[in-house]
């Protein structure tokens, strides 16, 4: 049998391709390189355009995958996201497969990524994803706290007055709470997050995830304030528990009944959908506007 010539050999197929003419935004590391998906590796080895959000931070990250990009490299930043989408959307439109990586996570969260998306979606231009680490969902898993319903604010206001408005709004919420912050702005974070929330609220700091020196510290609100107080290294994500469920008194819901009757609902019908839209007993509530109307 003659020797197999490697060099006319063809080529194995990629096993991930990339589609021409389809935007592809990849999550990328939030710490540990070793949770870059094959996918993601295939994706810089494919694509046409990668649009990066700091391109020091992803040529590094190219080197520590092994990874040799064939496409052209070019910054894509909160700073100049509005004027650099068109390109990039005109570059899919070309047939170019165009790729979207931030420094550590999914674009678009909390990340350069939103804008370019909305246009794709308004114009007709296909954008797919391949998914992968998130500081969001890791800090939610490993918290200890109520991950059935949560919701994520992101960093919040810098401004104190600003912040404390944005933190009585959140003051009720029931759901967990996800946050990122800065390491020097966490010791004020989370002071008024003690404030607002009271210190007795469970919470945890998480910082560093999956690098070398992740750390999560579990503990009231009022406790992480303290032990915080001269901030965190490293980039931060706060989980913090929801407000406990409010319960209504019924006595307190028999003026938005009497409003129902007034407005010609009869009065049990009135009571039924006041008692299930604040989660009461009819019988209770029933009771309450016989009272006030005796």
Not at 89 to 101: K, M, S
Not at 138 to 163: M, N, Q, V, W, Y
Not at 263 to 273: N, T
Request: net charge neutral.
């Amino acid at each position: 049998m003659d020797p197999v010539d490697d060099a006319a050999a063809p080529a194995a197929p990629t096993l991930w391709p990339l589609r021409a003419g389809v935007i592809t935004l990849a999550a990328t590391p939030i710490g540990n390189v070793g949770d870059a998906s094959a996918r993601l590796v295939s994706a810089l080895k494919q694509a046409d355009v990668i649009a990066a959000e700091d391109t020091r931070r992803t040529v590094d990250l190219l080197r520590r995958l092994g990874v040799r990009a064939p496409g052209r490299l070019t910054a894509f930043h909160e700073h100049n996201e509005d004027a650099k989408a068109p390109a990039l959307l005109e570059a899919a439109r070309a047939g170019q497969r165009v790729l979207l990586v931030t420094d550590a996570g999914m674009p678009s969260v909390s990340d350069p990524g939103y804008r370019l998306v909305a246009l794709a979606a308004a114009q007709g231009v296909e954008v797919t994803v391949i998914p992968g680490p998130s500081a969001v969902l890791t800090a939610l898993a490993i918290s200890g706290l109520a991950s059935d319903r949560f919701c994520f604010e992101g960093f919040l206001p810098r401004k104190e007055g600003e912040r404390a408005r944005r933190l009585a709004q959140l003051a009720t919420e029931e759901r967990t709470l996800v946050f990122f912050e800065s390491p020097h702005r966490v010791a004020a974070t989370l002071a008024a997050l003690a404030q607002v929330f009271g210190g007795e609220r469970a919470a945890a700091l998480c910082r560093e995830l999956t690098k070398t020196y992740e750390e999560v510290v579990r503990a009231p609100l009022g406790e992480l304030a303290e032990r915080f107080a001269d901030g965190a290294r490293g980039e931060v994500a706060l989980v913090v528990a929801g407000a406990p469920a409010q319960v209504a008194d019924a006595a307190a819901l028999v003026g938005k009944v009497s409003a129902l009757v007034e407005a010609g609902a009869r009065l049990k019908p009135a009571v039924a959908e006041v008692a299930a839209a604040h989660g009461v007993s009819k019988r209770e509530l029933y009771e309450a506007a016989l009272a006030a109307r005796s």
